[in-house]
């Protein structure tokens, strides 16, 4: 009986990881779209630093934003470098949640990447993190700039509860969200894809928004090692893809705001 059991959610895992893929498959823009833009990055302005939302630059709806997001020691900063091809464009510290600040970086005067304040593990006065909440909270929710949200997991590490709700209350904001799988030279090479792994934990959690609504596609997943230098293509092709859907529609990426949303309160910074 317990083989039988196997069997059969082992078959249900696997029906239920290509329906995913499926499903997957509509949500990601066509390449061929016809245009200028390209994956690389060259041009880099200087750092636009905001402690309060206000202080954000103004939304242009020309320039999509793009936001790096996740808990305070899983290698935000030295993504963002990676991926930017620099040594110092963002900060990086061995002690976890430097980066207290929204920082919106200008590229190639079309785009910004946005390195959001880390959660989880930050230190501080409790006024301080208080305003890191705030900020963070109000940037998901009222930015209408923000073309998608790039939630940063540690690869390396047992995935935890508090990343799984963090990117649940994402999704439940209405932001377009995908993950991004660091430190991924320190990954395990033994057991079941990290990549599945992460989506079968989305899948199956309490109240899973991606198991209950049709409508809700699991994100996609990019594996990366700032270390190893693998994976960047593949975001910064994302990236140039979500740009040129963004230019061939003639529109930015304006959210529809849900006054239901307001009231979730989003994994706290601490």
Not at 28 to 51: T, W
Not at 64 to 88: D, H, I, T, W, Y
């Given at each position: 009986?317990?083989?039988?059991?196997?069997?059969?959610?082992?078959?249900?895992?696997?029906?239920?990881?290509?329906?995913?893929?499926?499903?997957?498959?509509?949500?990601?823009?066509?390449?061929?779209?016809?245009?200028?833009?390209?994956?690389?990055?060259?041009?880099?302005?200087?750092?636009?630093?905001?402690?309060?939302?206000?202080?954000?630059?103004?939304?242009?709806?020309?320039?999509?934003?793009?936001?790096?997001?996740?808990?305070?020691?899983?290698?935000?900063?030295?993504?963002?470098?990676?991926?930017?091809?620099?040594?110092?464009?963002?900060?990086?510290?061995?002690?976890?949640?430097?980066?207290?600040?929204?920082?919106?970086?200008?590229?190639?005067?079309?785009?910004?990447?946005?390195?959001?304040?880390?959660?989880?593990?930050?230190?501080?006065?409790?006024?301080?993190?208080?305003?890191?909440?705030?900020?963070?909270?109000?940037?998901?929710?009222?930015?209408?700039?923000?073309?998608?949200?790039?939630?940063?997991?540690?690869?390396?590490?047992?995935?935890?509860?508090?990343?799984?709700?963090?990117?649940?209350?994402?999704?439940?904001?209405?932001?377009?969200?995908?993950?991004?799988?660091?430190?991924?030279?320190?990954?395990?090479?033994?057991?079941?894809?990290?990549?599945?792994?992460?989506?079968?934990?989305?899948?199956?959690?309490?109240?899973?928004?991606?198991?209950?609504?049709?409508?809700?596609?699991?994100?996609?997943?990019?594996?990366?090692?700032?270390?190893?230098?693998?994976?960047?293509?593949?975001?910064?092709?994302?990236?140039?893809?979500?740009?040129?859907?963004?230019v061939s529609q003639g529109r930015g990426s304006?959210?529809?705001?849900?006054?239901?949303?307001?009231?979730?309160?989003?994994?706290?910074?601490?």
């Amino acid at each position: 009986g317990s083989v039988a059991g196997t069997v059969s959610f082992l078959l249900c895992t696997r029906r239920q990881r290509q329906q995913r893929r499926d499903r997957q498959v509509t949500q990601v823009p066509l390449s061929a779209v016809k245009s200028e833009i390209r994956p690389e990055i060259y041009r880099i302005g200087e750092a636009q630093r905001s402690f309060f939302y206000s202080q954000c630059p103004v939304e242009d709806l020309r320039k999509p934003e793009f936001a790096f997001f996740g808990q305070s020691n899983v290698g935000k900063s030295s993504m963002l470098n990676f991926l930017c091809n620099r040594r110092k464009l963002s900060t990086i510290s061995k002690h976890p949640g430097h980066t207290k600040l929204i920082h919106h970086f200008l590229c190639e005067n079309s785009f910004y990447l946005v390195d959001l304040p880390g959660t989880g593990q930050a230190k501080g006065a409790g006024r301080e993190l208080k305003q890191m909440t705030k900020i963070v909270t109000a940037y998901v929710r009222h930015r209408s700039t923000l073309a998608e949200l790039f939630y940063l997991v540690d690869g390396s590490a047992r995935f935890s509860n508090f990343d799984l709700q963090g990117i649940k209350w994402l999704v439940d904001s209405g932001v377009n969200l995908s993950v991004i799988l660091t430190k991924m030279d320190m990954a395990p090479s033994r057991g079941l894809d990290r990549a599945d792994e992460l989506l079968d934990l989305l899948y199956e959690m309490p109240e899973s928004p991606w198991r209950l609504k049709k409508d809700v596609a699991l994100p996609l997943v990019f594996k990366c090692s700032a270390k190893e230098r693998t994976g960047r293509e593949a975001v910064l092709e994302h990236i140039a893809d979500l740009r040129r859907a963004i230019v061939s529609q003639g529109r930015g990426s304006r959210k529809k705001k849900d006054k239901a949303l307001e009231s979730r309160e989003p994994p706290a910074i601490r």
